[in-house]
């Protein structure tokens, strides 16, 4: 259905060439001048390296990432796995602007890639900037993820400042989109002595979300929340993903619509049905029914794969039971092996990376 992922190797290869062949496009940082070339692509061409500052009203070279919104004071990022990309040349510390932390938790972890080396920064509640790398001078490609869960830490990305030039962002070769609740925030999954630590052990890329977005070098959009469900929440009635699926955020005042045509993904993860539990058998069928359309009718053609069982499998048939009744092609049930040994009862990192492993398969088989 979708091409073959690159290897590693050739798709680096591609993208030190893209780099060469569009450095004469570099922005953010002036027009090519002085001696200075790129040590990775061998190209002859030369950057100026100038100071930048970047409102987020100019980061047309910027790849915003996860489902975010821009506003008119910068970007919101508030589900986890949101962030931004930078492909460039830079020298030097490269900073970000912040306003507006929201959340229950006095900081966020901050998981920042420079050419495939990952780091942890912190960015504490009320904090103005941050710094995000210091590199030496050339081509550099630089990741940003906030790990934490919408309702943990949430944040205005309102500038950034560097030294040096961007080019313009590459496009992912695949995109997942992840729904579910606290197993793919990753509740509980940094712990293997069965305590629970806020927000240290809330991290979506210690979650089989993350890793799985990782490992197969793909885009993702994550929508979860903790505790929330199809037919009811764990402790409220009303805490449900569906009413909110089509809105950017549940704690978006204007309620924006979220604009499906900015995140096209090549597959859609669903992990809902653990905080279901207990629920009137006939109306998480129907409602899970109806969110399945709703999915579809969203996505058009995009493959499903529904996981479930990792922290019990009640629902099991129930979940199964929807599928068929949904008429829908394309909608895959993988069954998950449980696993409450982590915080608060949920899955420890192993077991993540278990279900990690599984998904990966079941993905390669639908994009090959």
Same mark, same amino acid.
């Given at each position: ?95 970000? +602007?912040?306003?507006?932390? +929201?959340?229950?938790?006095?900081? !966020? ?23 995000? !790398? ?53 509740? #509980? ?20 979300? #993350? ?82 359309? +709703? ?25 199964? +039971? ?28 192993? !077991? ?17």
């Amino acid at each position: 259905m979708k091409k073959q992922l690159f290897p590693r190797s050739i798709k680096r290869l591609l993208t030190l060439i893209l780099a060469a062949a569009t450095l004469a496009g570099c922005s953010g940082g002036g027009n090519p001048s002085g001696s200075e070339s790129s040590p990775q692509s061998g190209s002859t061409g030369a950057v100026q390296y100038e100071k930048t500052v970047l409102s987020h009203t100019d980061f047309d070279n910027v790849a915003i990432r996860g489902r975010s919104l821009h506003t008119e004071k910068g970007y919101r990022l508030e589900w986890p796995y949101s962030g931004f990309t930078l492909r460039g040349y830079f020298d030097g510390s490269i900073s970000i +602007q912040v306003a507006d932390a +929201q959340g229950y938790a006095d900081n !966020a972890s901050l998981t920042v890639t420079v050419d495939g080396n990952a780091e942890q920064k912190t960015l504490l509640k009320g904090a103005k900037s941050l710094v995000i !790398a210091d590199v030496g001078k050339g081509y550099h490609e630089i990741s940003v993820r906030k790990g934490a869960e919408i309702t943990a830490f949430r944040f205005t990305l309102t500038g950034l400042s560097f030294t040096g030039c961007l080019l313009e962002p590459a496009e992912p070769e695949l995109r997942i989109e992840f729904i579910g609740d606290s197993i793919t925030n990753g509740v #509980g999954a940094t712990t293997e002595d069965g305590t629970l630590r806020y927000p240290h052990g809330v991290n979506c890329l210690s979650a089989y979300s #993350g890793m799985t977005a990782g490992r197969l070098g793909a885009e993702a959009n994550i929508i979860a929340l903790s505790g929330w469900g199809i037919s009811k929440g764990s402790s409220s009635p009303t805490e449900i993903i569906p009413p909110i699926y089509g809105k950017y955020s549940p704690f978006d005042e204007s309620g924006a619509e979220w604009d499906f045509s900015s995140f096209r993904p090549d597959v859609i993860v669903l992990a809902l049905g653990t905080n279901d539990g207990g629920a009137d058998p006939e109306k998480f069928r129907t409602e899970s029914v109806a969110f399945l359309k +709703q999915l579809r009718e969203k996505n058009p053609g995009v493959p499903i794969i529904w996981i479930y069982g990792m922290m019990g499998s009640t629902l099991s048939g129930e979940v199964k +039971q929807a599928i068929a009744d949904s008429g829908l092609d394309g909608i895959k049930y993988v069954k998950m092996p449980a696993n409450c040994a982590g915080g608060d009862r949920h899955p420890t990192e192993k !077991a993540q990376e278990e279900y990690a492993d599984k998904l990966i398969k079941e993905i390669n088989r639908i994009i090959k």
